[in-house]
């Protein structure tokens, strides 16, 4: 470590390297490949080690993006991916906190150093930035240690992981003895792994959420709205819905869970059942139908089955002719908020529909929203306002208790 040459992380250009290319195979859904489109061999073993452990195609395709930033890496200082050290991890580690994330068609850029984003007029949001977020320099940091993991126990890779555990973790599992009453305390993993912000989950408010239903341009998109708002399933999940999982008499769609894998039904509104009906009326016969075909299709010729992707592009024009920028997933939190403000509804209820592993998941969506406490506290300093203007009592007249006097009237001492 002390004779490791000091880079400029400054200066380094970061090529585009190679691609992840999507292969539509079940098997190998997903491949990196190398500027003369060769696969990448270990990250392919990689992916067939993820394929076996359950994880699913999209899961791959994020994993596969963080390797692909990695390798870009490793071309920039000319280290082979089985020669890397812990120097080439460290240097990674602070070249993605700093580096500007590049655009489609553009060269990656420098900043000098993180700047916090202006709040969104509309929603109060921090804007991301030209950066990486946190949550993704995290996630990056652990899908190469156990990409390293992996090929450490086949023989194939370096003996020490260049991304190590951090030292308090070296002795012991996480959450070691945890006490199952108590909270589940956030424990730090990677030595280069960054510290997340902790954050509050964030709604649409009622009024906004009308004005932005408003301006839904197609009965496809209200209906992919409502069932989102009334049901609070993952983007992805309704967006992998097949016909046959569509139970209007009940007013239950069957979606299989991002993490468990596990087929569940949720209930959802009548209202989002009529905007499906109605779309359905606009395909018919211009899309396959059968019990195993997609609910959801674009809107254009040719017609294809729709992508996360593409309701996400979608979205995204919505938010913009309003100068929002709401995500797929506040319509999650959106309606776990309104959930839990049900007084007929438990917060188990709530972690069921969910499908959140834990209670102290769903805990999280009985902290107020920021508008909720905005409105309180700005009343709270007009009621002090008011107690300021009011005139003073007259003094009492001699002979009478002051404090008899109060008690009369209802006045406060």
């Known amino acids: 470590m002390n004779d490791a040459p000091v880079r400029d992380l400054a200066a380094l250009v970061v090529p585009r390297w190679g691609r992840l290319a999507e292969t539509g195979d079940r098997y190998e859904p997903y491949r990196l490949l190398d500027p003369d489109d060769v696969i990448v061999e ?133 959450h070691a003895h945890h006490n199952p009453m108590d909270g589940w305390k956030p424990e730090r993993l990677g030595r280069y792994r960054p510290s997340l912000p902790q954050r509050i989950p964030r709604s649409i408010p009622d009024e906004w959420f009308n004005n932005l239903f408003a301006v839904l341009p197609s009965n496809r998109d209200r209906a992919l709205v409502a069932f989102w708002i009334s049901t609070g399933v993952r983007a992805s999940e309704l967006i992998g819905v097949r016909q046959c999982d569509v139970d209007p008499g009940q007013q239950l769609i069957s979606v299989v869970r991002k993490g468990s894998r596990a087929t569940q039904q949720v209930p959802a509104s009548a209202d989002a059942f009529v905007w499906l009906r109605l779309y359905q009326e606009e395909v018919h016969g211009k899309v396959p139908s059968g019990r195993r075909q997609p609910v959801w299709w674009t809107l254009r010729r040719p017609y294809r089955s729709l992508t996360y992707h593409g309701a996400h592009r979608m979205f995204e024009r919505v938010n913009a002719s309003l100068g929002a920028d709401w995500t797929l997933h506040d319509l999650r939190h959106s309606a776990a908020a309104r959930m839990v403000r049900d007084p007929q509804l438990t917060l188990s209820d709530v972690q069921w529909v969910l499908g959140h592993a834990h209670l102290s998941t769903t805990e999280v969506y009985l902290t107020p929203r920021r508008e909720e406490v905005v409105a309180g506290v700005l009343a709270h300093h007009a009621r002090q306002a008011d107690k300021r203007s009011e005139p003073m009592p007259p003094p009492a007249a001699p002979g009478y208790n002051p404090a008899s006097l109060n008690v009369l009237f209802g006045r406060t001492s």
């Open 42 to 174: 270990a990250v392919a073993v990689y992916f067939q080690e993820l394929l076996a452990a359950g994880k699913a195609p999209s899961t791959v395709r994020s994993y596969g993006m963080d390797l692909l930033r990695w390798w870009r890496f490793l071309e920039a200082v000319g280290i082979p991916w089985d020669r890397a050290t812990r120097v080439e991890a460290r240097d990674f580690s602070r070249w993605i906190q700093l580096t500007v994330k590049p655009r489609r068609g553009q060269a990656p850029r420098k900043r000098s150093a993180p700047a916090a984003g202006a709040p969104n007029p509309v929603t109060g949001k921090p804007s991301s930035g030209p950066g990486y977020a946190p949550t993704t320099v995290a996630h990056s940091e652990t899908v190469l240690r156990r990409f390293y993991n992996v090929h450490r126990d086949a023989g194939t890779g370096p003996l020490l992981n260049p991304f190590p555990l951090d030292l308090s973790r070296r002795s012991g599992r996480a």
